[in-house]
């Protein structure tokens, strides 16, 4: 019999992974659900990225690439991080890698046993287990529906120990698309100074985004050396299975992050990166027609939640995610439960990103209008009966 590490069997398995492939039994089954429970864009890639791998491939680039991503690649990172968001970097700044295992690398190379990271709560789901892999503790600090979804300085303040290491930010965030302001980043980044903390700095809802404007804490005073920015392809640019982003860092930092990449992965896929290079680039129209059709979605699904009487949604700002609260006398799990047997609706489980996250569901709208009308129209229906 197998004994397994206390590391993996301290955490759970990804809840919004394993509601995706129960969605997908389902179907396979033949029952037709309404998912509004992916973390992914319902549109192509665009075709010009695809034409762009596909002539990778044809030119052989079907080889290991450098560790930290290929020369082109990292340049247009670079470029992009200055002029989008003014942070200072070169492409020696910049390590390729998919999204969620640049976070992975910052959390191997930054944390350890005894170690504290301070996480959003609600946050997204695979923080916390990141921290736990990594030997450190997570710390949540209550981001709800009262400050906004947004980590005030007080409230992190308030959770710093001399163990804190790691503070990790999510704008615009998933599970409730709130943006954090400029005043309350520069806040949290004066925190970040006065206690000597690292930033990790998620940034891949980045460009969907509708009020509001996005900061980087990486570009404000002093900040570049102390943190660690994540983005990535997935959902600018509808490429969720192509498994590519990018962190900016540091170069200290970005070296350690590099060898436990080198360890791991060694590289991100070779012609992947060229049609990374193409989506940072080439014409940015798609993207723009997708968050257009987005925020019609955004205010669609606002008003549709309005009609229940026992629902009460904060407004994101960006993001494709409503985050309602519900006033039901059962628990997140159990109402998310019933919507899916009773109603084959998918939502995910607001407790499944923190305590705070409780008495929430997470919609996503990266489904079409009529789907967005029909789920949330069940939604109602259910909750009436309750
Ligand atoms: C907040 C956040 N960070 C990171 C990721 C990971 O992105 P990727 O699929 O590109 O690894 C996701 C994906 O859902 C996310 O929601």
Redesign the pocket.
């Known amino acids: 019999m197998a004994r397994f590490a206390t590391r993996v069997t301290s955490i759970e398995s990804s809840p919004t992974v394993r509601l995706g492939n129960l969605v997908a039994e389902m179907r396979a089954r033949g029952e037709e659900v309404l998912s509004l429970s992916v ?1 992914e864009p319902d549109f192509p890639t665009p075709a010009h990225i695809v034409q762009a791998a596909k002539e990778a491939l044809d030119a052989g680039l079907t080889k290991y690439t450098p560790s930290l991503g290929i020369r082109e690649l990292r340049e247009a990172v670079a470029r992009k991080s200055k002029e989008e968001n003014g942070i200072p970097a070169t492409a020696d700044d910049v390590l390729v890698s ?3 295992h640049t ?1 992975y690398l910052a959390c191997m190379a930054l944390l350890e046993s005894g170690d504290e990271a301070i996480l959003p709560d609600p946050g ?1 789901v695979s923080y916390e287990p990141m921290v736990r892999l990594a030997g450190a503790t997570p710390v949540a600090v209550r981001a709800a529906d009262d400050e906004g979804f947004v980590p005030t300085p007080d409230a992190v303040a308030e959770a710093i120990t001399p163990k804190t290491k790691v503070l990790v930010l ?1 704008s615009p965030s ?1 599970p409730a698309g709130s943006v954090i302001p400029r005043r309350t980043m520069e806040g949290l980044a004066d925190l970040a100074r006065d206690h000597d903390l690292v930033v990790v700095s ?1 940034e ?1 809802y980045e460009r969907i985004l509708y009020d509001g404007e996005h900061v980087s804490p990486a570009a404000l005073d002093g900040m570049f050396d102390r943190t660690v920015t994540v983005n ?1 392809f ?1 959902k600018t640019y509808s490429m ?1 299975g192509w498994r590519l ?1 990018w962190a900016v860092a540091p170069k200290p930092i970005l070296r350690e992050m590099g060898k436990v990449q080198e360890h791991t992965v060694t590289c991100a896929t070779s012609f992947a990166q060229k049609a990374g290079v193409a989506a940072l680039q080439g014409p940015q129209e798609p993207v723009e027609a997708m968050v257009r059709e987005f925020r019609a979605r955004r205010d669609l699904i606002c008003a549709e939640l309005s009609k229940i009487d026992r629902a009460d949604c904060f407004r994101p700002g960006g993001a494709f995610y409503a985050f309602p609260r519900l006033d039901v006398p059962t628990d997140s799990a159990t109402l998310s439960e019933r919507l899916l047997k009773e109603a084959k609706v998918a939502v995910t489980p607001g407790r499944a990103f923190g305590a705070a996250g409780e008495g929430h569901l997470r919609l996503s709208y990266a489904a079409s209008r009529e789907t967005i009308v029909e789920a949330v129209r069940r939604l109602g229906e259910l909750v009436a009966g309750m």
């Open positions: 973390g998919p999204t969620k976070l997204w999510n998933n998620d891949i990535g997935s969720t982003g």
